[in-house]
């Protein structure tokens, strides 16, 4: 029997929202990096995973990945998914 599709919505505290499926795939949490960059300007890096555990490793290699990029400053963030038969 095949796994049933869904949609995966994460709501974050600013007010963004994003879906993501339709899909059979176990995951469980969303991220997001929002990074300023040295002249002002935004980068967006976002993902989903399994776990709330593999979705923390990512925040380990933030501190590094800043200095590399040369970030003024940044934001993490986790929510969890919430699964849904139909988007929105």
Do not use: C
């Amino acid at each position: 029997m095949m796994a049933k599709k869904r949609y995966l919505t994460a709501m974050l505290p600013d007010g963004y929202v994003k879906t993501i499926g339709p899909t059979t795939a176990p995951f469980t949490h969303y991220w997001r990096i929002v990074a300023v960059l040295q002249n002002g300007k935004s980068e967006v890096f976002w993902g989903h995973v399994k776990s709330l555990v593999e979705a923390k490793k990512k925040r380990n290699a933030l501190g590094e990945a800043a200095m590399q990029r040369g970030w003024r400053r940044h934001t993490f963030e986790i929510v969890e998914l919430v699964a849904t038969d139909a988007p929105g």
